[in-house]
């Protein structure tokens, strides 16, 4: 999941490298000029674009996405290799 993220932000001109990093630590390693990060609960509504980083899981390493769109009944994201299964 990793990659993916990674590989969109450097398509996007936000890095130019990649963020190293478990996916729950991505959120504390992207650089803050390049990215805007609110606090979880402070009611800020993703946007298409935003990058979604859960921290913990089974594993502990987390899981982040790319969000590619927003509805009245939720948020939507490209993610990669979420389950071991595909």
Not at 32 to 48: I, L, Q, R
Not at 51 to 65: D, F, K, L, M, R
Request: proline fraction near 5%; charge should be positive; include cysteine.
């Amino acid at each position: 999941c990793v990659e993916r993220v990674n590989r969109f932000v450097r398509t996007q001109g936000w890095v130019t490298g990649n963020i190293m990093g478990n996916a729950g630590q991505l959120l504390a390693k992207a650089p803050a000029g390049a990215f805007d990060k609110p606090a979880v609960g402070d009611g800020y509504v993703p946007v298409p674009g935003d990058i979604i980083v859960w921290t913990g899981g089974s594993t502990g390493y987390g899981h982040v996405a790319v969000v590619s769109s927003v509805t009245g009944r939720g948020v939507e994201f490209v993610e990669q290799n979420a389950s071991r299964t595909g």
